[in-house]
């Protein structure tokens, strides 16, 4: 099955992981900063060298280059448009694009102007697929940063620009020793505004902070929440049944639906999954999807882990033989679950029936 060609929707993508290597060269050289290799091939290496390394401290220094080059109007601007277009050339009708406002201050932008020139980049990229026939609908989750004190800051700037963009607030950073109650007055604030909310939890850190990611930011979704098996007790009995007891978290985040933004590739380099094993195979989706979860496929970091939607979808079929109705699912999952109205949530389900029906008839 050609992966590509189907509708898909990424819900867990940031922006600041997924700039083209040549773009990211241009624009150290528009502002100075010096890189650790100077041509686009050579530094594509050195990123997934990096990323690949098992040591954080070296993968978040491949951040440090990023958002580095994303420190002005043009910068921001020219990032989300490509993000878009690098999108919608695989196939994605519908993106969210996070990314952490407060990194993206040290040229003198202010917090607005941050969103203003990601949202210009976004609708340019928008109406030039629009242009060219094809279709594809974004929306910018706006993050604060787990371990600095900006959290009521970003909240309100993410509910100013409501209407201009922005579908969803996010905390993202060390998960470990930085539990989303730390931002308990954001949060508050954001129900207070009825204003959605997804969480990165689940990934270095387990139950207590998924469990807190739902109480205390009222989580609508799990930034990968992959540990949430952690709380799943399996027994396997002489015979051949497997006796599944849910704990009270995971029942939870399984009655309500809560969707998973599990990000395959990412999650293994990072070692989300480290307990259960070093391998794609290892990874507890296959458990998850097959319990009834809302699982979604998502890429994380698209330059960091050397990926897009597609190949995380090829990945996952290749791992654990899905079939072209598993990746249809995973998709009406992601459709369901993402910050947009009823309305324009139908209206991706049934392009995402459409096009899965039309791959279908022709294979
Ligand atoms: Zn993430």
Do not use: C
Request: no cysteine.
């Amino acid at each position: 099955m050609d992966i590509a060609k189907l509708p898909k929707i990424s819900l867990h993508d940031h922006l600041d992981g997924g700039l083209r290597p040549q773009t990211i060269i241009e624009l150290a050289a528009e502002v100075g900063h010096q890189l650790p290799k100077d041509n686009a091939l050579d530094l594509a290496d050195w990123f997934s060298v990096n990323a690949n390394s098992g040591s954080l401290v070296q993968y978040l220094e491949t951040f440090d280059h990023t958002v580095a080059v994303m420190q002005t109007r043009e910068g921001l601007e020219r990032v989300a448009y490509e993000a878009v277009i690098d999108l919608a050339a695989e196939g994605v009708i519908y993106a969210e694009l996070r990314w952490a406002p407060e990194q993206h201050l040290t040229r003198g932008l202010s917090l607005d102007e941050t969103v203003e020139a990601v949202q210009d980049g976004l609708e340019r990229g928008m109406a030039e697929v629009a242009d060219q026939g094809g279709f594809i609908r974004t929306g910018q989750l706006v993050t604060a940063m787990r371990h600095a004190d900006r959290g009521l800051e970003i909240a309100e700037l993410a509910v100013r620009h409501r209407n201009e963009g922005v579908v969803g607030f996010d905390i993202a950073g060390a998960e470990k020793g930085f539990l989303p109650s730390r931002h308990k007055v954001a949060f508050d604030y954001l129900a207070s505004e009825l204003f959605p909310v997804t969480v990165h939890a689940g990934e270095a850190d387990g139950i207590e902070s998924i469990k807190d990611a739902i109480v205390s930011g009222r989580a609508l979704r799990l930034g990968h929440g992959v540990r949430l098996v952690e709380d799943i007790m399996f027994s396997r009995t002489e015979g051949d049944t497997d006796l599944v007891v849910l704990g009270p978290v995971a029942q939870w985040v399984h009655d309500r639906g809560i969707a998973l933004e599990t990000s395959p590739s990412s999650n293994l380099q990072t070692g989300a999954f480290a307990e259960l094993g070093d391998t794609m195979a290892d990874h507890p989706f296959d458990i998850l999807y097959d319990l009834g979860f809302k699982v979604t496929v998502n890429t994380d970091n698209r330059l960091m882990s050397g990926t897009n939607l597609t190949k995380e979808l090829e990945i996952l079929v290749d791992t654990f033989g899905y079939s072209i109705a598993d990746l249809e699912q995973f998709q009406l999952n992601a459709a369901e679950a993402a910050f947009q109205g009823l309305p324009e949530r139908e209206e991706l389900m049934e392009m995402i029936e459409i096009g899965f029906q039309e791959a279908m008839g022709a294979s």
